[in-house]
């Protein structure tokens, strides 16, 4: 894992050389001065411990051993005197940064990148069960799992994911729902997914098959042939918002690598009617797509796709005026549709999500799945002693591992003082970041908040760094590609940051 990291860093610093910049340099630059573990500190994820705060004690089990619940586990384990944590995650491999599908699936990195052992992130003296957990039984502190163990605990802290469910898209049903990490999943994805055209990075096999994809296409555009590329959002909340865009642009900037970018029709569907949900960042995405001649077509719900003809399927919905309400004293709305063909030469699908079944229809789900929490604290609504984070939390705009960073460390607070007995006082005020990537070399770094942050809704841009976040830059692009990884890994995954 090291040497995997050391050797990103190693590249960087030799780019960065080339334009006479040091890396402490081009992080103060990027506003990241006080990102130590960059400029020469440890690089040990075992010098992470801190000193034990608290001596406050309990049986805690945390299911998912992905980002956040890695991550959950460190600073735990850090800020303990005596912890007794286990997780259970079925996986082997870790999938703690899946950003890297992205840059995968256009060629830059390779499968090897984002390569790693679940057991190499555990922290020392945290136990792992590699199962499944498939019952919740809250009232009783007890969680089964498919192997038929049962594991009491005294504070629960569910991270596990989210799942694409590329059978909600009729004609995707044979490759139906996939987890993230799992191995057999990939297989079964496989026969449809990264043949004849159709590809989503979204899970690791699916990212190497994009990018064999995606050279089958610039290449037909090269030898002359017309073709088109359709990219469609779903209707649920996804995580990484910006996946979409970001693929768009790398096959642009492929096409135009190869001079063919005027053989190439691109599409964008959207099911919304914006493309951002804050208004500056929408109108820079939406002049980006106009430059990049991306035909950007809002309010269509991606429903079908026809594998034998390649056709993308939507249906375009959009409001009129209606009869006059006599109570309300105002119009109703009234929805309409029409059915939309889009033929496809290459078509990069981002599944609806959800959270897994076992836990979306257990005491701890909810009507929609997603785990209802107190979105500022992270503690379940009904069960206190029950956390959730990550993408399966039900917290406007929270599917990024920019988003668990934050509400990590807010977790772990809250659940060390309710485990003193004290007021939990640490608050998530819902920031996320999207470093969306505009072309190959520039990044535009969206980062935003909740506008209304009790209530967790509307969405306002929150830069950390003093620069313009509409703006697509280098410095972000090396950010997203030598940085945020090592970032992770040593800054996160160890709980420090
Ligand atoms: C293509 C792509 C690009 C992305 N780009 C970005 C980006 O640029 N920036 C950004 O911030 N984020 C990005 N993200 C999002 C980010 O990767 C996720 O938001 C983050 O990984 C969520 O962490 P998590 O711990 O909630 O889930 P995960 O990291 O997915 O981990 C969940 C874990 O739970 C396990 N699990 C599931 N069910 C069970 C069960 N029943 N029992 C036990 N274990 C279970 C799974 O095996 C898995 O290991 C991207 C994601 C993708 C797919």
Redesign the pocket.
């Known amino acids: 894992m090291n040497r995997n990291v050391q050797e990103d860093l190693k590249q960087l610093d030799s780019i960065l050389k080339q334009h006479g910049l040091s890396r402490r340099d081009a992080l103060k630059i990027m506003g990241l001065g006080g990102a130590g573990v960059m400029v020469g500190g440890t690089t040990e994820a075992s010098a992470a411990t801190t000193l034990k705060a608290s001596d406050a004690k309990g049986k805690i089990l945390i299911?998912?051993?992905?980002?956040?619940?890695v991550a959950t586990a460190a600073k735990l384990s850090n800020s303990l005197s005596n912890p007794d944590i286990t997780i259970?995650?079925?996986?082997p491999k870790s999938?703690?940064y899946?950003?890297g599908?992205?840059l995968i699936g256009a060629g830059i990195w390779t499968k090897d990148d984002v390569t790693y052992e679940t057991k190499d992130f555990l922290p020392s003296g945290v136990k792992w069960i590699q199962d499944?957990?498939?019952e919740f039984n809250p009232t009783a502190n007890e969680v089964k799992t498919a192997k038929g163990e049962v594991v009491k605990y005294d504070f629960l802290v569910i991270?596990?994911?989210l799942v694409n469910d590329f059978g909600m898209i009729k004609g995707l049903e044979e490759v139906g729902e996939v987890?993230?990490?799992s191995a057999d999943d990939a297989v079964k994805a496989k026969k449809i997914l990264g043949q004849n055209g159709i590809c989503s990075?979204?899970f690791t096999e699916g990212a190497v098959d994009t990018w064999t994809q995606m050279q089958k296409f610039v290449a037909d555009a090269k030898s002359g042939k017309k073709v088109t590329g359709v990219f469609a959002e779903p209707h649920t909340p996804f995580?990484?918002g910006g996946?979409q865009k970001k693929i768009t642009n790398l096959v642009d900037a492929r096409l135009n690598e190869a001079g063919a970018r005027a053989n190439a029709n691109l599409e964008f569907l959207t099911n919304g009617k914006k493309l951002f949900g804050v208004p500056e960042y929408h109108t820079a995405i939406e002049g980006q797509m106009k430059a990049r001649n991306v035909n950007v077509r809002y309010e269509h719900k991606f429903t079908e796709v026809d594998l034998v003809n390649k056709i993308a399927k939507f249906e375009k919905h959009w409001e009129v005026k209606g009869a006059w309400d006599e109570d309300l004293e105002e119009f109703t709305m009234e929805t309409k549709t029409e059915a939309v063909d889009v033929k496809y030469d290459f078509c990069h699908v981002i599944a609806p999500s959800k959270a897994?079944n076992?836990?979306a229809k257990s005491p701890l789900g909810s009507e929609k799945g997603w785990v209802p929490v107190n979105i500022q604290t992270m503690q379940h609504v009904t069960f206190p002693n029950v956390f959730a984070l990550?993408?399966?939390a039900a917290v406007p705009l929270g599917?990024?591992?920019?988003s668990?960073r934050k509400q990590y460390a807010v977790l772990c607070a809250n659940l060390i003082s309710l485990m003193e007995g004290k007021e939990m006082t640490a608050k998530y005020e819902g920031y996320t970041?999207?470093?969306l990537i505009t072309s190959i070399g520039t990044v535009m770094l969206a980062e935003f908040k909740w506008k209304d942050v009790a209530a967790g809704t509307g969405a306002v841009a929150a830069p950390s760094f003093p620069l313009d976040p509409t703006q697509e830059r280098w410095i972000y692009w090396l950010l997203k590609v030598y940085l945020l990884k090592p970032m992770t890994m040593y800054g996160m995954l160890p709980g420090r940051a």
């Open positions: 299911i998912g051993g992905g980002l956040s619940g259970i995650e079925p996986n999938v703690s899946q950003p599908n992205t499944k957990a498939v991270a596990a994911g987890y993230t990490s990075v979204y995580k990484c996946a897994p076992e836990i990550g993408d399966i599917k990024t591992g920019g668990a970041v999207c470093p």
